[in-house]
């Protein structure tokens, strides 16, 4: 057994994971090497979510009868953990979504409709990078399309990171946003924030950071960061599919127009017109998520009680002995940064000239379960001029002998294919 410095007590907290026990093809133990994509989900969130169903089922802020309230508790509950997860100002700052797409789209849709100085139209420009999530390259797409304005990117370095070489022609007296993933999804990429943070708040551009494969890893602290805007999901952090989290600035929530409009976001309406709640509500229109928020709160106590600290160390000790390993099998060629320095737990690659959803499904057959087509970045892979990659993605419970299984296993695909 592999022993590594600044490893959890993995043995301890998989057996918080039940599905991590599970078994396939005739079985063999699954190796999850995709938490990437949406990692699993202790017990205390599962629990939590059955606690809710069973208990405390009702709509939220309308009703003044028992488990009404007890339902409103848990869900503006999960608000203040999520708030002091992040380091919020205030807990009015964080807005549930049921994604982090959602999230990115709520905050294009926001300034396509919005008042000077906020307005994005056919006299500015929005700005993004090569390495981004389709979440975060097609609602500017959409919004550039609609308004007329500009849309320019920061291209990518041969080694997988930001090249921001022109970063004062990129980002202009004439930008109005700046969104840009502060880890890449599919190359793990930790990217220079306070670089293009400092650049963009000179032209006094609004930023917005997508912290999706971030806020599951590290330390998230909002304030640090100095965005306007950061976007995040559960389900990638131990908590539920179906909610995810926008925090923005108190008073850019105050002067920007609701995207949405139904139930709960309103202050009064009449048939001619209607005013608005406050954010939090005033983006929040509907019946929310109400028992993913909940779900998502047992998240937050789950990896608050670890220490995100803790759990970054662990994986860039895992990450550092998987991109060792990785580099010895013959043929394979990493996508994105070959040290673990300056990276997160994702690493991509491709394996000679094997398709990389051959090389998924070998693994497959062998218990192993990886990523495997561009991962919603294709810009990504038409920049490198490969068809896609094989990603394998690590998180607080993965282990140095699953980094030895994914060897052994390209091992197999390598002979399997001859």
Known sequence: MTILPGLLDTEAIRKDFPILDRT???GKKIVYLDSAATSQKPR???DALNEYYERHNANVHRGVYTIAEEATALYEGARDKVAAFINAPSRDEVIFTKNASESLNLVANMLGWADEPYRVDHDTEIVITEMEHHSNIVPWQLLSQRTGAKLKWFGLTDDGRLDLSNIDEIITEKTKVVSFVLVSNIMGTINPVETIVRRAQEVGALVVIDASQAAPHMVLDVQALQADFVAFTGHKMCGP????VLWGRQELLEDLPPF????????TVSMHSSTYAPAPHKFEAGTPPIAQAVG???AVDY???IGMENIARHEHAITQYAVTRLQEVPDLRIIGPTTAEDRGATISFTLGDIHPHDVGQVLDEQGIAVRVGHHCARPVCLRYGIPATTRASFYLYSTPGEVDALVAGLEHVRNFFG
Do not use: F, K, N
């Open 24 to 26: 396939v093809h005739d």
């Open 260 to 267: 949405l409009g139904g139930g709960e976001m309103i202050e």
């Open 303 to 305: 990896l608050s009680a």
């Open 44 to 46: 205390q969130v599962l």
């Open 241 to 244: 599919t179906g909610i995810g």
């Open 296 to 298: 998502l709160g047992a």
